[in-house]
Structure formats: structure tokens, C-alpha cells
């Protein structure tokens, strides 16, 4: 799951996710499973379009309850995605899932990504039903702890699905959290969001444009060409290709003030992908006090997802083919 307003995705694309809940525990003590019972919600349709529900219990993972059909959709979406993913995804993604002991056999158990996940970086994943509210969502990842969505798609949801399921977070999210450097920066994100919270929507609107270009969309320069790091792109097929291989989309270089100001998709695919160089890179950048950011940006308009400026480090400036006039969030 991600943070609150970064959630759902409409059309045939990506599938952003995260949620999480607070018990208010301490560090390190054991989260309780609090519904003994639980629900598979998904997103509800109104007037206004899809409306995320907001479940805020954590529960244990119901993997008994998996069915043949669960886990045979998670076979296929593993199977097919692994295919894509060499030599698009960044090497730490795809070390950290074999590190894991991720396999397309059946679903994995929490509890044992949890025993080598807690060694490696003292993240701990726990069970949600969806999408969880902003502070909520925060304050687990300040915690190292990583809401993970404990259903998974249906099989006619396998190319799309408007919000994140189980697929999305552990294949998506979770392998970066093995990662050192990756695992702090989610910490300081989710440090970052309480902190962004109390300023006020706009700085929280701010911060949820940076999740939404490094942790669901974001690539990275290597020495062998562009990566994938983002979980939004490595959870679905086609945003997999169309990130790095095709001509309409923009790839700039990383650039935080920039992306604070930057709009996004979430029922396209990305008009605009933004680069790191490294992990370091992103976690030396994102380290001072944003709030003063925060503040510059208050009186500056928000860029359309595919704009390009004249201060922009152009790495490839897109064609633009195939772009919806409106709909940038
Ligand atoms: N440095 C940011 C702040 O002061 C928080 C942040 C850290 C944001 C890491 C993203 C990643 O609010
Ligand atoms: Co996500």
C-alpha cells in the first residue's frame, strides 16, 4: 500500500498500493492480529468514481483460506512478471526476491518473508484489508512495519486491477525492503508523512507526488541502461515495457523540489518517469527538512504529468503518443 491520496489506478495500467494500521505499539513488540474474521474489501463504486475503503486493522494472513484459484493467480503473475523483469528491473529488486525465498509455487506465507526480511533490515510485513488512511499508513512505515494487502486479484483482474492486492505489495513493495538504503528511505518517508501531515494537505499533496515517482514509478540509471525500481511498474506487464521501451513518455532526472510539483496518473500509464542515479542518491536528497520546501511550494502552480522545463535533465523527452488530454491528479 502507499500513502492515501496515491492509491488506485483506473484504466489498464498500473497498480499503485499500500495501507497499514496503528496500534500504537512499541518498537519491536509483537503486532496482534485484531479481526478474527477477515473481510475482502475492495474498492466501491459511486458517482464520483471508485472510493478506496479504509480498513484500519491488522490481521493475520488467512493463508489457509487461499484457494487453488488464489494461488494459481499468483503463479501466472509471478511466472509472466519474472520473465519481463530480467533485465528491466534493478538487480537488487530481483536478488531481494530470490533472497526472500519468493517462488511462483504458491502464495507466500508473511511469516516466513517476515523471518528473513526481520534479519535482514527489521522491517516486519503485516496483514491489511486495502487501503489504509494517510497517518495510519505513516506511522507503520516510521515503524518498519510494511502494510501488505493480504487478498489477491481475480483471475479476470490479472492485467488490471484499480488498487493494490496482495500481488502489487509483496511483489511490488516488499523485495526493496531488503534493501539497506531502500528500507531507510521508507522509514524516513513514512517520519517524513507524519511530519508533512501535521503541515497541512498541501505539503501532504507534495509528499505524495515523491512517493508516487520513486516508490511506485520510479527508475534508475545503471551502468547496463535504465531499471525498474518502482512497485507500481514491476507489478504490471505492460508498464513494464512501456516505462523503458517506449518513445511517449518523458524520462527526466531526478530533481525533488521538481517532482513535489509534478501531477500524476493513476488511471494511465505514467506521461512522466523521473531517474535516480542510486539509492544514495535518493536518500541524500530527500535527508534535509522538507518543510521549508514545503512552504517555496505553497505559492507555486503544480506541473501537468508531462511537462518538460527548461531546467529539466532531459534523458529522453517523450513523444507524447497515445497521452489522455486531462485526468493528471
Ligand atoms: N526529509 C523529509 C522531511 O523532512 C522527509 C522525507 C524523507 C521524505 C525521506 C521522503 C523520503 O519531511
Ligand atoms: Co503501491
Not at 489506478?9 to 509483537?30: D, E, F, H, Q, T
Not at 479481526?35 to 480498513?55: F, H, Q, S, W
Not at 487453488?68 to 509472466?80: A, C, K, M, T
Not at 497541512?200 to 541502461?225: C, D, H, K, M
Amino acid at each position: 500500500p502507499g500513502p492515501l491520496s496515491s492509491r488506485r489506478c483506473g484504466s489498464a495500467k498500473k497498480v499503485p498500493a499500500c495501507a497499514g494500521s496503528s496500534l500504537g505499539k512499541g518498537r519491536g513488540s509483537k503486532l496482534q492480529a485484531m479481526n478474527a474474521k477477515p473481510a475482502r474489501l475492495e474498492n466501491i463504486v459511486t458517482d464520483k468514481g471508485k472510493v478506496p475503503v479504509y480498513a484500519t486493522g491488522i490481521i493475520e494472513q488467512p493463508w489457509d483460506d487461499y484457494s487453488d484459484g488464489d494461488h494459481d493467480v499468483w503463479r501466472q503473475l509471478y511466472e509472466r512478471q519474472r520473465e519481463i523483469l530480467v533485465g528491466r528491473a534493478c538487480d537488487e529488486f530481483l536478488a531481494a526476491q530470490d533472497a526472500m525465498g519468493m517462488t511462483p509455487d504458491r502464495i507466500p506465507k508473511f511469516a516466513d518473508i517476515n523471518a528473513v526480511l526481520e534479519a535482514a533490515t527489521g522491517w516486519t510485513l503485516i496483514g491489511v484489508e486495502g487501503l489504509l488512511p494517510e497517518l495510519d499508513f505513516f506511522d507503520h512505515l516510521a515503524n518498519r512495519r510494511f502494510p501488505v494487502t493480504w487478498w489477491i486479484r481475480r483471475p479476470d483482474q490479472i492485467d488490471y486491477i484499480a488498487e493494490p492486492d496482495l500481488f502489487h505489495d509483496l511483489f511490488g513493495h516488499v523485495p526493496l525492503l531488503m534493501n539497506p538504503l531502500f528500507a531507510d528511505y521508507m522509514q524516513a518517508y513514512g517520519r517524513g508523512g507524519v511530519k508533512a501531515h501535521g503541515v497541512g494537505p498541501e505539503a501532504l499533496a507534495n509528499l505524495t507526488r515523491l512517493y508516487w515517482y520513486t516508490v511506485e514509478f520510479g527508475l534508475i540509471n545503471t551502468s547496463q541502461g535504465l531499471r525498474i525500481y518502482g512497485a507500481g511498474i514491476v507489478s504490471s506487464k505492460g508498464e513494464s515495457l512501456y516505462s523503458l521501451e517506449s518513445p511517449a513518455p518523458n524520462r527526466l532526472g531526478f530533481d525533488l523540489e521538481r517532482i513535489m510539483r509534478t501531477r500524476y496518473r493513476i488511471d494511465t500509464f505514467q506521461k512522466t518517469y523521473f531517474v535516480i542515479d542510486s539509492f544514495e542518491q535518493l536518500m541524500e536528497a530527500t535527508r534535509p527538512d522538507c518543510v521549508p520546501i514545503y512552504e517555496r511550494r505553497a505559492t507555486l502552480e503544480s506541473l501537468p504529468a508531462g511537462s518538460v522545463l527548461d531546467s529539466d535533465e532531459v534523458i529522453q523527452r517523450g513523444n507524447g503518443d497515445g497521452w489522455a488530454a486531462d485526468g493528471d491528479v
